[in-house]
């Protein structure tokens, strides 16, 4: 088994042994709602540049259900002493004498991998600006495995913001460890996903701008946010918010045993109304999180 020290991209767990494993592990965990004391001992240090609320609350929720503790700056660009004109890499090498993990989310592209090039401990890349979010990845992939049984052969429609979306960047590379994946990506003109995420992929892509014809013939629907935060002209995101809502109708064209996921938080772009619908596993998927960051925490730290 590989082993693994930083997590700043999902090509760092893109082994299919290691997703297995982990993916064991979160499944035995979640069967017994466990609590153990695995971690006692060990600290993990959150450190957010930029809101959360599942990643933060997963992450911390997974290392004290495994006897670990918690230190966290939820704000860490006005409370921590980057206020003061400190360097990211410098409050990584103090907080690596204080905690044994580092979760840091930041909006700068690229940050977690400055801040894991300076760090001796474990760092998990928990969102760098439009780059990546690979534990998202990891739990929309234990996600599918759970509902659907298995992942070769999927056809699966990403739809939204795809050159912002960082958990789309992340996903993409994590299903590629996976054969015969129909992957069709769904965004406005403007949004399409950015080259550098394509290059590597062996799995085919499909580009459209046509959601309504992708779901008739859906495995998974991955619905995305528009990035509000990421736009620099307001009105720019005025015009393409509400590219794509999924409501009733669209609930309609899908496969009996389809499924409907989304990252969180949705803002229109699923209507209320699809939420009682079995096929929506979009808070099962967010509550999955819980159990595959204590498997990864655990298989990082034991
Ligand atoms: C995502 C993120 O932060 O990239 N949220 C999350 O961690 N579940 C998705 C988003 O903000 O749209």
Redesign the pocket.
Known sequence: MQKIHHITSAQNIASRELLEKLFQTAETLQNKQARNDSLQGKILACLLY?P????RFSFEAAMLRLGGQVLSSEDAGRYSSAKKGETLEDAIQIINGYADCIML?HPEKGAAQRAAEVSDVPLIN??DGPGE?PT?ALLDVYTLYKELGKIDGLNIAIVG?LKH???VHSLLMLLDVYKDMRLRLVSPKQLTLPAEYKQNLQNSIEETTNMQDMLSTADVVYM??I?KERFEAKEEYENLKDSYIFGKEELALLKKNAVIMH???RVDEISKEVDKDPRSAYFRQ?HN?LYVRMALLQHLLE
């Open positions: 930029e959360s609320t599942r990643t989310r928990g969102g979010h998202q913001d979306g960082r958990t995305t946010r990035q990252p969180l938080p967010a999180g």
